[in-house]
């Protein structure tokens, strides 16, 4: 009887094997090269959003900087990610200091004031790509050198935030 069994067994393992190192490996968390170098090149933009506030010229730099990285769709993401957490960091430090409060209690997205609601649009703009690459909160603070406990309240607030 066990002769019988032995093979059957035998096969039945060869086979998970098989499938298991023919299968594709699992989604890693992003793309951490892209994600850091969309951080990295999204910096020029700064420094004149900084001085001239100009919402539409910031958004613009931040798209021709996406628009002119090379690679898989899967980097493409992550270098968005990036390039938009550093963008939406600043937009958020602008909106903190403009609405004197870093956690304002918005009810509606129409009592937000509009630096708070260019944060939130550049927040989603990163949010989206982070989450289905899978890059972790901690990823990104090591972009910043943060303790990812200190960003989580920031993204936590945004994330719940009224969509309308």
């Not at 899967?74 to 403009?98: E, M, P, R, V």
């Amino acid at each position: 009887m066990l002769h019988r069994i032995l093979p059957a067994t035998a096969s039945i393992s060869f086979t998970i094997l098989v499938l298991a190192f023919a299968m594709p490996a699992a989604a890693s968390a992003g793309d951490l090269q892209a994600l850091s170098q969309g951080f990295k090149d999204a910096e020029p933009c700064n420094m004149p959003f900084a001085k001239s506030h100009d919402m539409k010229a910031f958004y613009a730099c931040l798209q021709g900087v996406e628009a002119k990285y090379k690679g898989t769709m899967s980097a493409k993401q992550s270098y968005a990610a990036g390039a938009g957490f550093n963008s939406w960091s600043l937009a958020d430090a602008l909106a903190d200091a403009t609405d004197k409060d870093l956690f304002p209690d918005i009810k509606s997205r129409a009592k937000a004031s509009k630096e708070r609601l260019f944060a939130i649009q550049l927040f989603n703009h990163f949010r989206a790509p982070q989450k289905q690459q899978k890059i972790a909160d901690a990823d990104l603070a090591n972009l910043v050198g943060a303790d990812p406990q200190s960003l989580k309240p920031i993204l936590d607030y945004y994330d719940h935030l009224p969509t309308k």
